[in-house]
């Protein structure tokens, strides 16, 4: 009896072992760094020790493991037959046969043992650590840093094998948990903010923006090739002065044989540079004034796209495809649109909204899909593909557009009301929707013939 009694009290003392490794293992795991950093950055002791133990987290969670493998081996040895000593007399006593108590015993004296172990061994302290993780990472510091110390050859000899087996298969172990959301978890929560009320639109799609603006691209911030002014190397300055009253722009590309052969930039600033407008001046070849111009592949990110600029002194960049001509030009401003939405200065037409009749919006094709969702309330949806409503119809026709051609297409629930919209082209111009027609459906169509693309073509 008393070696039965003292079996369960080693099972007591086990199970609260084991419990110890589970809330060592989930509280370092669980807790947030940012808040203990800042506990830290108080004065706060526990908080520090805490802190050094997470940046050893790989070596605590193989320390956790051994703990709680070695105690719920030896729970096994020792509770089993000391649990099944206690209860082969209660079995006998009821009428069961000696022989048959004893295995009858044995086997619930593993079940007991093994409910107690996974209850309060495992799932209440798990459950704890989970709950209050920084609170109990705090308590658990000291103690964890002196059984990593005291243990550490044996842990060091189990996760060392481990180590190599993952190196072996090409999976280089960390250290240390990375905290944080990722850009797609933020984006969503944004969006859901937006939805919910609790974040305004604008603040909502300043921050959308903000997201992206580290993948977004020099194709994506650009003036297209079509709108840019430009102006040929034979030209001369009274032809320069002309052209800057006709257009309003400050800077025009200089070309020499075509547009894909761009030369350098001039404008306005170089005019300033000429003391006095003679005869001669007015017929000086606009080649003579203008400055090296800033070439970078449209490819380039927006980033270093900025640091390029600041690096040659330049507020005018010229984006190169892949074939070497001309993508199109981009400027500080059409940078900073990006990130904080239009810029509206003396050279920019006003944006006006579209006209509506009976529900439907008429539309430049030129459009981005940001203005339209800003002047119309339609979140029409973006794509890495395309930037204006014009390349939203040919990326789901899959072809140029023709007068009459439709294309419906699902908005985006992240930047707007959740529906359905179609687009119908009303205008083509050198190839591309000029024009086109935009109304909301109000309930989601289901897509026709299986097809998921959401475009129809209409003569």
């Known amino acids: 009896m008393v070696s039965a009694l003292a079996g369960l009290a080693a099972l007591l003392v086990l199970t609260a072992a084991t419990g110890y490794f589970v809330a060592q293992e989930f509280a370092f795991v669980a807790a947030d760094r940012a808040r203990l950093e800042a506990d830290a950055e108080r004065g706060d002791g526990r908080a520090r020790r805490a802190l050094v133990v997470m940046g050893r987290l790989t070596f605590l969670l193989s320390g956790a493991q051994l703990g709680i493998t070695v105690t719920a081996l030896v729970v096994g040895f020792i509770a089993g037959p000391a649990t099944s000593t206690l209860l082969e007399p209660a079995f006998t006593a009821v009428g069961i046969s000696a022989a048959a108590a004893d295995p009858i015993a044995l086997v619930a004296g593993f079940a007991i043992a093994t409910v107690v172990q996974m209850v309060l061994g495992e799932l209440l302290p798990k459950n704890l650590a989970?709950?209050?993780?920084?609170p109990l990472a705090k308590r658990l510091a000291p103690s964890s840093l002196a059984y990593l110390t005291v243990a550490a050859p044996?842990?060091?000899?189990?996760?060392?094998?481990?180590?190599?087996?993952?190196?072996?298969?090409?999976?280089?172990?960390?250290?240390?948990?990375?905290?944080?959301?990722?850009?797609?978890?933020?984006?969503?929560?944004?969006?859901?903010?937006?939805?919910?009320?609790?974040?305004?639109?604008?603040?909502?799609?300043?921050?959308?923006?903000?997201?992206?603006?580290?993948?977004?691209?020099?194709?994506?911030?650009?003036?297209?090739?079509?709108?840019?002014?430009?102006?040929?190397?034979?030209?001369?300055?009274?032809?320069?002065?002309?052209?800057?009253?006709a257009t309003g722009h400050t800077d025009y590309l200089v070309y020499r044989r075509d547009i894909d052969d761009i030369v350098g930039i001039t404008g306005v600033r170089e005019l300033t540079k000429l003391t006095e407008l003679t005869?001669?001046?007015?017929?000086?070849?606009?080649?003579?004034?203008?400055?090296?111009?800033?070439?970078?592949?449209?490819?380039?990110?927006?980033?270093?796209?900025?640091?390029?600029?600041?690096?040659?002194?330049?507020?005018?960049?010229?984006?190169?495809?892949?074939?070497?001509?001309?993508?199109?030009?981009?400027?500080?401003?059409?940078?900073?649109?990006?990130?904080?939405?239009?810029?509206?200065?003396?050279?920019?037409?006003?944006?006006?909204?579209?006209?509506?009749?009976?529900?439907?919006w008429e539309l430049a094709g030129g459009m981005r899909i940001a203005q339209v969702r800003d002047l119309t309330g339609v979140a029409l949806p973006a794509g890495p593909a395309y930037d204006s409503v014009s390349g939203l119809v040919v990326a789901r026709l899959g072809r140029l557009p023709a007068v009459g051609d439709v294309v419906h297409v699902d908005l985006d629930p992240h930047a707007g009301s959740p529906g359905r919209a179609e687009l119908r082209v009303l205008g083509v111009r050198r190839r591309v929707a000029r024009s086109l027609a935009l109304r909301v459906i109000s309930a989601p169509a289901e897509p026709a013939d299986g097809g998921d693309d959401g475009a129809e073509e209409s003569s």
């Open 279 to 360: 005869e001669r001046a007015d017929k000086q070849s606009v080649d003579e004034l203008m400055r090296p111009a800033l070439l970078i592949p449209d490819t380039l990110p927006l980033r270093q796209v900025i640091e390029r600029m600041r690096e040659a002194g330049e507020e005018f960049a010229c984006a190169v495809d892949e074939y070497g001509g001309l993508a199109g030009v981009l400027t500080f401003e059409d940078i900073a649109e990006e990130l904080v939405g239009k810029i509206a200065d003396e050279n920019d037409a006003p944006l006006v909204a579209p006209a509506r009749t009976d529900g439907v």
């Open 154 to 245: 044996v842990i060091r000899l189990f996760d060392g094998l481990a180590t190599r087996l993952l190196r072996a298969v090409g999976v280089e172990p960390v250290e240390e948990l990375r905290h944080g959301a990722t850009l797609i978890e933020l984006g969503d929560i944004i969006g859901e903010s937006r939805q919910s009320g609790r974040l305004p639109t604008d603040l909502s799609a300043l921050l959308q923006r903000a997201l992206s603006f580290g993948e977004r691209t020099a194709a994506e911030a650009m003036v297209p090739r079509p709108d840019v002014a430009t102006v040929a190397a034979t030209a001369t300055v009274d032809d320069l002065i002309a052209l800057i009253a």
């Open 130 to 134: 989970l709950a209050r993780a920084e």
